[in-house]
């Protein structure tokens, strides 16, 4: 049984390109969770979403970036014109359900040059 | 106050040591609780999640005090394997907070 799948492991962008993160979830699991961590802080929630639902964005930046899951497929984290302060490891969990332990992926470590 | 609190440490402790770790939350209308550990430059682990009741795990202890909004973990007769950063996690609503973590750094 395969865990949370994440690609890239490693990104690398200049400054106002956009960067693309995939996660697929654990099987069977139908809620995927997004966070930041920046160098030396811990993790911050940014975007929680079931398939083809967002439910709780409340952690997502209001500009620049988008999430989704859709029906087939990974979930998507998509950032447009990445600035500096982007560089950081993002990691996506998934659950069974809402409220359960969450499995994380290994990260993308993006580095926005 | 933050949602979630723990003391950043970092804990130095001897192999075979017993160390505790507390974490307080706001919220009380949360209702799960989790510690993970996060070694290094990897992606969070789930160690345990902690119940009303307590619960144990080998070595490991997990203590929840809704009266005084707080969980414990406890780490009995400590490895150096266990070196890591220790993460409370507390439900909010929809989502997961993470605190910002306890390190512990376990010497031979």
């Known amino acids: 049984n395969a865990g949370v799948m994440q690609n890239p492991r490693h990104l690398v962008r200049r400054r106002g390109q956009e960067a693309r993160l995939r996660c697929s979830p654990m099987?069977?699991?139908?809620?995927v969770y997004w966070y930041r961590q920046l160098p030396e802080e811990g993790l911050k929630f940014m975007v929680y979403?079931?398939?083809?639902?967002?439910?709780?964005e409340s952690g997502m930046p209001k500009e620049r970036f988008s999430a989704e899951f859709p029906k087939e497929g990974p979930s998507i984290l998509r950032i447009q014109q990445v600035v500096r302060g982007d560089s950081a490891a993002y990691f996506c969990?998934?659950?069974?359900?809402?409220?359960?332990?969450?499995?994380f992926g290994p990260g993308t470590r993006l580095t926005v040059l | 106050r933050k949602e979630v609190e723990q003391d950043p440490g970092p804990f130095n402790v001897p192999e075979g040591a017993t160390v505790a770790f507390n974490c307080t939350y706001s919220n009380s209308a949360s209702q799960s609780f989790f510690w993970y550990r996060q070694d290094c430059r990897k992606e969070p682990k789930l160690l345990m999640s902690v119940y009303s009741s307590g619960n144990e795990d080998g070595r490991f202890t997990a203590q929840l005090n809704r009266a005084s909004q707080y969980i414990s973990l406890l780490i009995r007769d400590s490895k150096l394997s266990d070196s890591a950063t220790y993460l409370c996690?507390?439900?909010?609503?929809?989502?997961?907070?993470f605190g910002p973590g306890t390190r512990l750094s376990v010497l031979p």
């Open positions: 969990a998934s659950s069974p359900q809402g409220y359960n332990e969450q499995f």
């Open positions: 979403l079931q398939k083809e639902n967002i439910i709780d």
């Open positions: 099987k069977g699991h139908s809620h």
């Open positions: 996690v507390v439900d909010h609503g929809q989502n997961f907070v």
